[in-house]
């Protein structure tokens, strides 16, 4: 790996020598040279209009389907070091076919009008290709988190939050936010608190945002939802035999060698569910330096000595690559780019190996790029059905606090009494009797997190064989067909609800 790693970084250190020389002799600049990609929003608009050619939609649903419904812009002063900064907000609802919108918030620097739009408009996709009963959202805030103190942060989330509610962009059946990049349960918790406040006699408040602690109404197994449902969508594509066949893989997780960008909470946990089941991920990439093993390496190790050191530099039981991207380009089964929008694109596709990348993050693989993957082989499962576990927990923790009921309160004793009875009647007719170990495992009633894990399970099943099913049907790739199916939910949806304004 040494070699391998010394010849990637000498050829990006060339490439940038290359491209370094051909900026000063044109005179254009770092962003200029990105110019043949399009922006995000773009981006996600060409994969929409490549996937309605083989819908069922007429060109007037389509157009409404695509089209973002409304689009929420704010400013507000935040006194910081004895100055006023003016801090910038967005939120985004791209349909209202169903209600409420549902999407993350994030806090960074990067986040823009059109960068908002375009993960709004995948989120209205995501849901309707996983069946989850909600119009996509999606908001942000213009800040770098890593420059204000957490007072600091606080007041902008909650100066954000009574905008929202003052222009009716929140609330359990209008739009109903959740953590994204640089946000978390603090941060919904400061959001819940704040609506509380704004409408005092909603008692389904807690409804308004979802990612909560559990002390504020929050689900178990939220945090690790969108890393594990990666995990279960990655492992029923290896288990279709024409991926199997075009990428000449086992078709097992187990053995497995796994590459991820990105160690923040969806790629953490995606690390961990692949390394429990018998995967080796033998790279971790973040943006300063990446760690490689190629016996794999020990997940939790690497996570704790980063939350004590703030980088993995340092760290023994791996090889620190310091120039992240090229790791990116090393062997392996599966690269999964948990990180950020356009992290593959026509700069580097053309050196991706991995035999499958599946899209945990929104938007990672450029549209030109997504073109020369699929040409050279590589299978790409789509973010719009990889990543929609976060959003299918949100799902259920928004049905919990609406029951205001905990999963599994009213039938765990049952099913408990109920399995003991059968094994006793069994065991009275046949075979020895069981250990006191053996007895509780067996009539163990199902917890709120394993009733969570079961059904983001079930939903993941079906999206990817959905999916996979229009895709042989229709001959196209994996990301056209979950976009197809998409934006055929979204169009039954509209035709069953009619129009007030059909001619009768």
């Not at 090393?330 to 499958?356: S, W, Y």
Request: hydrophobic share 40%.
């Amino acid at each position: 790996m040494a070699s391998l790693v010394a010849r990637q970084l000498g050829a990006l250190r060339r490439d940038a020598l290359s491209l370094s020389a051909r900026m000063l002799s044109t005179g254009l600049t770092n962003a200029a040279t990105e110019d043949h990609e399009p922006r995000f929003l773009d981006a996600v608009g060409m994969y929409f209009d490549r996937a309605a050619k083989y819908s069922s939609a007429s060109e007037e649903t389509l157009k409404h389907i695509r089209s973002t419904d409304c689009v929420l812009s704010v400013s507000f002063p935040v006194e910081k070091d004895g100055k006023t900064v003016m801090i910038k907000g967005y939120r985004s609802q791209h349909s209202r076919h169903r209600l409420p919108c549902k999407g993350g918030i994030r806090f960074s620097s990067e986040v823009d009008l059109q960068e908002v739009k375009a993960l709004a408009a995948l989120m209205t996709y995501k849901c309707a290709v996983v069946d989850v009963p909600f119009g996509g959202g999606k908001g942000g805030i213009m800040i770098n988190p890593k420059d204000w103190t957490e007072a600091e942060l606080e007041r902008i989330t909650r100066r954000f939050t009574l905008e929202l509610c003052q222009k009716n962009f929140i609330g359990p059946g209008v739009d109903v936010p959740a953590p994204d990049v640089g946000t978390g349960a603090r941060e919904m918790g400061w959001i819940a608190d704040t609506y509380r406040n704004f409408h005092p006699q909603d008692v389904s408040g807690a409804a308004c945002v979802t990612g909560k602690s559990l002390s504020l109404g929050g689900v178990r197994g939220r945090t690790e939802a969108t890393g594990l449902g990666v995990y279960y969508g990655i492992r029923e594509f290896l288990s279709f035999p024409e991926v199997q066949q075009k990428i000449n893989h086992h078709g097992k997780v187990e053995g497995s060698t796994v590459i991820i960008q990105g160690f923040g909470n969806v790629g953490y946990w995606a690390a961990k569910f692949f390394e429990a089941n018998g995967a080796k991920v033998i790279g971790i990439i973040e943006h300063d330096v990446a760690a490689y093993n190629k016996n794999g390496i020990n997940v939790e190790e690497l996570s704790q000595w980063r939350s004590e050191h703030g980088s993995f530099a340092g760290y023994s039981g791996v090889q620190i690559v310091e120039t992240p991207m090229a790791l990116l380009e090393a062997e392996c089964d599966i690269l999964v780019p948990a990180a950020l929008e356009r992290q593959i694109g026509l700069r580097n596709a053309h050196k991706i190996k991995a035999k499958l990348v599946g899209e945990a993050a929104n938007g990672p693989v450029t549209p030109g790029a997504d073109e020369v993957l699929r040409k050279n082989g590589t299978i790409i499962v789509p973010d719009l059905l990889l990543n929609a576990g976060g959003v299918c927990v949100s799902y259920f923790e928004w049905a919990k606090n609406l029951s205001h009921l905990r999963f599994g309160r009213m039938n765990k004793r049952w099913d408990e009494r109920s399995k003991a009875q059968l094994l006793t009647l069994v065991e009275g007719n046949a075979g020895r009797p069981l250990s006191e170990v053996e007895r509780r495992e067996l009539i163990h009633g199902a917890e709120e997190h394993e009733l969570v894990y079961s059904g983001l399970e079930d939903t993941m099943i079906v999206a990817c064989n959905e999916t996979r099913q229009t895709a042989n049907a229709k001959d196209i790739d994996y990301r056209t067909a979950a976009m197809t199916n998409s934006i055929n939910k979204i169009a039954a949806s509209l035709a069953g609800s009619g129009s007030i304004f059909t001619h009768t």
